[in-house]
């Protein structure tokens, strides 16, 4: 079936380094994307959205950039800090249906 | 604000045994959901409630079943545990279709 995916399973960046952290999509009809966090032994916490009417967007330290064209999703992460190492999830859905998540990244920072 | 809550945070049960689990949130969200975590495979969706009184599979909904009685709270039952249904499971809630507010999991190991 349809689902999300992220290209890497792990990436290892240094600290103050800016990390980028992908993730394709199948479902041509899902729009609306969501990047979750996910800390040892807690559960996912939101970091930032995006629908598909936007092709960027950015919160604090994080941007999201959408490409419907290559149906792919990316997650920006400015100044890497060792507390933003944890593993990341994209997630996708359309208007109907509950999220689709991907396989995950796990992220490393080290000092 | 306590959020999602979920009862237990860990079990080990016996092949055969059945259980339980508790989700509840206090954030009068109409969406609650069931998901499972296993190395690898990201989060798969087990059940979802749009409402009180009503239910839905998701991706992987045998051997589990679920009960939304009161708006709060979503349930998932597992009759006859198995060895396979050895996870993390995580309850979320969300106001609709989207963003969705997870709980801390429940690990449960079926030996």
């Known amino acids: 079936g349809e689902s999300v995916g992220l290209h890497l399973p792990t990436l290892s960046v240094q600290e103050g380094d800016n990390s980028i952290i992908n993730c394709a999509y199948s479902?041509?009809?899902?729009?609306?994307f969501i990047w979750y966090k996910q800390e040892s032994g807690k559960g996912p916490q939101f970091i930032i959205d995006?629908?598909?009417?936007?092709d960027k967007r950015q919160g604090q330290r994080v941007t999201v950039l959408l490409n419907k064209t290559v149906k792919h999703l990316s997650l920006q992460i400015a100044a890497t800090q060792p507390g933003d190492s944890a593993v990341y999830f994209c997630?996708?859905?359309?208007?109907?249906?509950?999220?689709?998540f991907g396989k995950g990244t796990t992220l490393s920072v080290s000092s | 604000n306590a959020g999602v809550t979920q009862t237990p945070k860990f079990r080990v049960l016996k092949t055969g045994q059945s259980m339980t689990l508790l989700c509840a949130q206090d954030?009068?969200?109409?969406?609650m959901y069931w998901y499972r975590q296993d190395p690898g495979m990201g989060l798969r969706l087990i059940h979802y409630?749009?409402?009180?009184?009503?239910?839905a599979k998701g991706e992987v909904p045998d051997g589990y079943n679920v009960s939304r009685l009161k708006k709060q709270n979503f349930l998932l039952g597992l009759e006859s545990a198995a060895p396979s249904q050895t996870s993390v499971y995580f309850c979320?809630?969300?106001?609709?279709?989207?963003?969705?507010?997870f709980g801390q999991g429940t690990r449960l190991t079926v030996v």
């Open positions: 979320a809630s969300s106001y609709a279709w989207g963003e969705a507010f």
């Open positions: 479902n041509s009809a899902s729009d609306y």
């Open positions: 995006i629908r598909s009417n936007m």
């Open positions: 997630a996708e859905n359309q208007a109907g249906t509950a999220l689709i």
């Open positions: 954030m009068n969200h109409e969406y």
């Open positions: 409630s749009v409402g009180e009184g009503t239910t």
